[in-house]
């Protein structure tokens, strides 16, 4: 009952932030990029509360339960990436001043290119929104009221309801407070478990070595560690909810510390949440992995903890900036790109009708998914092989002489590669991607080149 009040109390409470933030949100850039007003204190918060939503709680919870500690793997490849993005990209992409990544890739590249990496992009965000919406129906399954499919309905509506009345400037406020939530739940989840596991000796003397290996395992090798760091790493450097977050801030200095403490903060987590999913496998070794921590909360913690844990995650997936980053990108860089005659009312107009649309269509993927983990691997793989190394390149373009045509090879084939790949379950082929998106890049650039080089000679009778 104590988790029923929560949820409820935490429901409303989102609406009232929405409503509250709805007159702060008129006009494109403060429904966009709040004003690009946020301090290092809301960046880096909703820097976290993007990352660590409830795919990551459920998805983490469960690789620890099913692989150990090299579950972790999942989020800590994420400081990796974001470590990154603060010592060579954070500022550059502040000093922009845009509003989407496909308008930077419109800078490097024309907005030919930038409209087809924008299609991609929703494509892919699309199943990372599924995967979101998929975690909320498994957490609220342990409040035994109703099924996650109910559950699954009512927090699409919450979340769209929320998102379309408050726009960037609720998602800053929310998120830092959500990022609060998280940390106190998981580590009170985390104390309380430990305790009844006899501390962190009960823990490792009940477990068997190889589910303690670290970094790899028996069922976590080379490959899928490079995997990792590869196809979800990357889109901690180049990731269209991380760019949003950055051209929110103040300054570009905000931008580049704020991705630097949200990479160190999200280390202790990723340990914590793996840890919680080991300990479930000792104490509930009969359940599903992916429902470790629904079931932890339901079976294993106290009330009290229960709820708090309860209201952490909550507030993890509760998070709206991946619905509005994905509607953003649709709303300014796709249907503008198409009628051109909008204005900026129209267009936030339009952006408002567009996160019904995307909260519809997630929920429809959601419902026939299979689990969290698939969904985000899905979703992360087309879009780090299609886009990633284009816009990587693009910032350094005059000095690897890359060009629009090598830039669309790359979206096309390295994506495709990659869709292939998961469509027909083809192991090595999604790594290939990202080599394909690579060699496309350069080799048709190259050609490119060469191509308007000699057009150019004829032009001057040479």
């Given at each position: 009952?104590?988790g029923?009040?929560?949820v409820?109390v935490y429901?409303?409470?989102?609406?009232?932030?929405g409503?509250?933030?709805?007159?702060?949100?008129?006009g494109a850039?403060?429904?966009?990029?709040?004003?690009r007003s946020?301090s290092?204190?809301?960046?880096?918060?909703?820097?976290?509360?993007?990352i660590?939503?409830g795919?990551a709680?459920?998805?983490?919870?469960?690789?620890?339960?099913?692989?150990?500690?090299?579950g972790?793997?999942?989020?800590?490849?994420?400081?990796?990436?974001?470590?990154?993005?603060?010592?060579f990209?954070a500022e550059?992409?502040?000093?922009?001043g845009l509003y989407t990544?496909p308008?930077?890739?419109?800078?490097?590249?024309?907005?030919?290119?930038?409209?087809?990496?924008?299609?991609?992009?929703?494509?892919?965000?699309?199943?990372?929104?599924?995967?979101?919406i998929?975690?909320?129906?498994?957490?609220?399954s342990?409040?035994?009221?109703?099924?996650?499919?109910?559950?699954?309905v009512?927090?699409?509506?919450?979340?769209v309801?929320?998102?379309l009345?408050?726009g960037?400037?609720?998602?800053?406020?929310?998120?830092?407070?959500q990022?609060?939530?998280?940390?106190a739940?998981?580590?009170?989840?985390?104390?309380?478990?430990?305790?009844?596991?006899g501390?962190?000796?009960?823990l490792?003397?009940?477990?068997?070595p190889?589910k303690?290996?670290f970094?790899l395992?028996?069922t976590?090798?080379?490959y899928e560690?490079?995997?990792?760091l590869?196809l979800?790493?990357?889109?901690?450097?180049?990731?269209?909810?991380?760019?949003?977050?950055?051209?929110?801030?103040r300054?570009?200095k905000t931008?580049?510390?704020?991705v630097?403490?949200?990479?160190?903060?999200?280390?202790?987590?990723?340990?914590a949440?793996?840890l919680?999913?080991?300990?479930?496998?000792?104490?509930?070794?009969?359940?599903?992995p992916?429902?470790?921590?629904?079931?932890?909360?339901?079976?294993?913690?106290?009330?009290?903890?229960g709820?708090?844990?309860?209201?952490a995650?909550?507030?993890?997936?509760?998070?709206?900036?991946?619905?509005?980053?994905t509607?953003?990108?649709?709303?300014?860089?796709?249907?503008?790109?198409?009628?051109?005659?909008?204005n900026?009312?129209?267009?936030?107009?339009?952006?408002?009708?567009?996160?019904?649309?995307?909260?519809?269509?997630?929920?429809?993927?959601?419902l026939?998914?299979?689990g969290?983990?698939?969904?985000?691997?899905?979703?992360?793989?087309?879009?780090?092989?299609?886009?990633?190394?284009?816009?990587?390149?693009?910032?350094?373009?005059?000095?690897l002489?890359v060009?629009?045509?090598?830039?669309?090879?790359a979206?096309?084939?390295?994506?495709?590669?990659?869709?292939?790949?998961?469509?027909?379950g083809?192991?090595?082929?999604?790594?290939?991607?990202?080599?394909?998106s690579?060699?496309?890049l350069?080799a048709?650039?190259?050609?490119?080149?060469r191509v308007?080089?000699?057009?150019?000679d004829?032009?001057r009778g040479?």
């Amino acid at each position: 009952m104590l988790g029923l009040v929560i949820v409820v109390v935490y429901f409303l409470a989102m609406i009232a932030i929405g409503v509250w933030s709805r007159k702060k949100a008129r006009g494109a850039a403060n429904f966009f990029v709040a004003g690009r007003s946020g301090s290092s204190l809301f960046i880096t918060g909703s820097l976290l509360a993007t990352i660590i939503g409830g795919s990551a709680t459920v998805g983490m919870a469960g690789l620890g339960f099913s692989r150990g500690l090299t579950g972790a793997w999942w989020l800590l490849v994420g400081s990796i990436g974001l470590i990154v993005l603060g010592l060579f990209f954070a500022e550059k992409v502040r000093k922009f001043g845009l509003y989407t990544l496909p308008q930077l890739i419109g800078k490097q590249y024309g907005n030919n290119i930038a409209l087809a990496a924008s299609i991609l992009i929703v494509i892919a965000w699309l199943g990372v929104l599924a995967g979101q919406i998929v975690a909320a129906g498994q957490i609220m399954s342990v409040l035994q009221i109703g099924t996650p499919t109910l559950w699954m309905v009512l927090f699409s509506a919450v979340l769209v309801t929320y998102t379309l009345l408050g726009g960037q400037y609720a998602v800053l406020w929310t998120d830092t407070l959500q990022t609060g939530m998280i940390f106190a739940g998981i580590f009170v989840g985390l104390a309380q478990l430990l305790s009844r596991l006899g501390g962190f000796e009960g823990l490792i003397n009940s477990l068997p070595p190889d589910k303690l290996s670290f970094p790899l395992s028996s069922t976590f090798g080379g490959y899928e560690l490079a995997s990792y760091l590869l196809l979800i790493g990357l889109t901690y450097v180049v990731g269209p909810d991380m760019y949003s977050r950055l051209f929110s801030a103040r300054d570009a200095k905000t931008a580049r510390n704020s991705v630097f403490w949200a990479a160190l903060l999200i280390i202790p987590l990723a340990f914590a949440i793996t840890l919680m999913g080991m300990g479930a496998s000792i104490l509930l070794p009969g359940i599903s992995p992916e429902q470790a921590f629904p079931a932890l909360i339901q079976e294993v913690l106290s009330p009290v903890a229960g709820a708090i844990v309860l209201a952490a995650v909550v507030s993890a997936i509760m998070s709206p900036a991946l619905l509005l980053t994905t509607s953003t990108i649709l709303s300014n860089d796709i249907i503008k790109k198409l009628r051109p005659s909008l204005n900026e009312k129209q267009v936030v107009l339009t952006s408002r009708w567009v996160i019904v649309a995307m909260g519809i269509l997630s929920l429809l993927l959601a419902l026939t998914l299979k689990g969290v983990i698939s969904a985000l691997l899905f979703a992360y793989t087309v879009y780090t092989c299609g886009v990633i190394l284009p816009v990587l390149a693009g910032f350094y373009r005059h000095k690897l002489k890359v060009t629009p045509m090598g830039a669309l090879a790359a979206i096309i084939g390295g994506g495709g590669m990659a869709l292939i790949s998961k469509l027909f379950g083809i192991k090595y082929l999604d790594l290939g991607g990202l080599l394909a998106s690579g060699v496309l890049l350069f080799a048709v650039s190259f050609i490119d080149n060469r191509v308007r080089g000699k057009s150019l000679d004829r032009s001057r009778g040479i």
